[in-house]
């Protein structure tokens, strides 16, 4: 059984999650809890818990945190929700924002789906710029965040791509004129990027260009989608 708790309020999902936790655990307060996230998910053996076969003498109840969204389950979102579906546990996927093939792959297969959404249309105004100053700063959960953010407002995977890419250049650029005049960067972006520059090595700035460009060489191949392969790329950041 799946249980799915979805959006960007993030007190309020965080507050539905808690109450249905409780809830479950003051019925079956035998039951055994499991809480599997980013940092922790190497730890656990996910085929195994999502099995229907019944491998744990305890029913469990087994929470993933942000798991489909930061792209850990992603490529297999069908065969997990369908293992999950038909399983003697309980889940609980926890999720902020999502791309519409996934979210509606998880909608599908859950028992019942919370979703929570700022209201306020001004708080959800997506800055392209923030992207940038995210990978900027080398600060991941910020990058993802703004990626979804970005992705959620319409935005295109292509776009994304491109600033991402503009960035970095922009970065190494900085990093390597004596000022903004032999930069040939505007002298706004030329500061930024100098700061910027500080936080990262010549030589991972060019590691990084090179893996966007190929990134879009692959998706342009159909090897991969290009949002799935920028997903992939914010999580070595």
Sequence with gaps: MIYFVYGDEFNKTR?????LVSNMVSKKPNISLIKINEENIKDHDILNLVSEQGLFEKEMVIIFYSLFGG????????????????????FIVFEGLLDKKTLDLIKKGAEETFEFFIKNKALKVFNPFALGDALGEKNKKLLWVSYYKALSSGSAAEELHGMLFW???????????????????????????????????????????????????????????????????ILKI
Excluded: C, H, W
């Excluded at 507050?15 to 109450?19: F, H, P, Q």
């Excluded at 990027?193 to 998706?219: M, N, P, W």
């Design 71 to 90: 792209g850990f389950l992603k490529e297999d979102t069908k065969e997990y929700i369908s293992l999950m579906k038909k399983s003697k546990n309980t």
């Design 167 to 233: 960035q970095i250049k922009s970065i190494l650029i900085a990093k390597l004129a004596k000022d903004a005049t032999e930069s040939g960067l505007k002298p706004f972006v030329y500061g930024k990027a100098k700061r910027f520059a500080s936080k990262f090595k010549e030589e991972d700035l060019r590691k990084l260009g090179t893996e966007l460009v190929q990134i879009y060489d692959e998706a342009r191949r159909g090897v991969t989608e290009l949002s799935v392969g920028l997903e992939k790329f």
């Design 15 to 19: 507050e539905k999650l808690n109450s």
